[in-house]
Structure formats: structure tokens, C-alpha cells
């Protein structure tokens, strides 16, 4: 008989690790070491992000140091535009200058992006 497990709002198991933290490990303990940056800023992008950006948008990827943004509107690329080279130097901080050069917006549904 197992004992039935009733809910609280007390949290039964510590807080959950970030997955970029565990695959990182695994990888390194695996002996190949791909660059995870760029998985490691989609998945912190809260916090790494202005408070600006946080709810207007969502890094989709990185390609030749390019970084791809979905906002939900175009008004939303034009004004988050002004803010690209703050969020620049926020990513050099964090991940090193050579994960982003240059950030271009695409806005949701549009599947052609590279709107900058």
C-alpha cells in the first residue's frame, strides 16, 4: 500500500535546476563541447533582457551572430529597435562578445523575419 500524496503548498523537492546547467554538464562530461550560449540566452532571457523587452519578446535563435527576435507587432520592432545596442552589451556581458552582433526582429506570423 503506498501512501497517497495530498498537496501543499509547500514545495516537496527543491527548486528545479535550470536544463542548460545539466546539459552543460553532461556535455562536458560527455568530452564535446558545443557553444551553449546561445541556448543558455534563450532560456535566461528574462533575465538578461531590459525590463523593456521582458513580455515583448522572444529570442527565437542565433545565426552568423545574428540575433532573431519575435515581437508580437511591427510598433513593438520599432521601438525595441532604440534598445538593441543596451541589449547587445547585456549578452557581451554575460556570454562574451562573440555569441551576438546584431539583432533583427520578426514580428509573430511573419515567417519571412529579418525585419531590422
Known amino acids: 500500500m503506498t501512501r497517497a500524496n ?5 514545495p516537496m523537492r527543491p527548486d528545479p535546476r535550470p536544463v542548460d ?5 553532461i556535455v562536458e ?22 525590463e523593456r523587452w521582458r513580455g ?9 551572430q545574428t540575433l532573431l527576435v519575435e ?6 520592432a520599432s521601438l525595441l529597435r532604440y534598445d538593441s545596442a543596451d541589449l547587445m552589451r547585456r549578452i ?18 511573419d515567417l519571412r523575419g529579418g525585419k531590422s
Open 71 to 76: 515581437v508580437p507587432e511591427g510598433a513593438d
Open 21 to 25: 546547467d545539466l546539459i552543460g554538464t
Open 29 to 50: 562530461q560527455a568530452g564535446a563541447s558545443p557553444d551553449l550560449g546561445v541556448a543558455r540566452l534563450v532560456s535566461s532571457w528574462d533575465d538578461v533582457v531590459s
Open 56 to 64: 515583448r519578446s522572444r529570442p527565437i535563435g542565433v545565426r552568423e
Open 92 to 109: 557581451s556581458q554575460r556570454f562574451g562578445p562573440d555569441l551576438v552582433r546584431a539583432v533583427k526582429f520578426r514580428v509573430e506570423g
Open 6 to 10: 495530498y498537496y501543499s503548498d509547500k
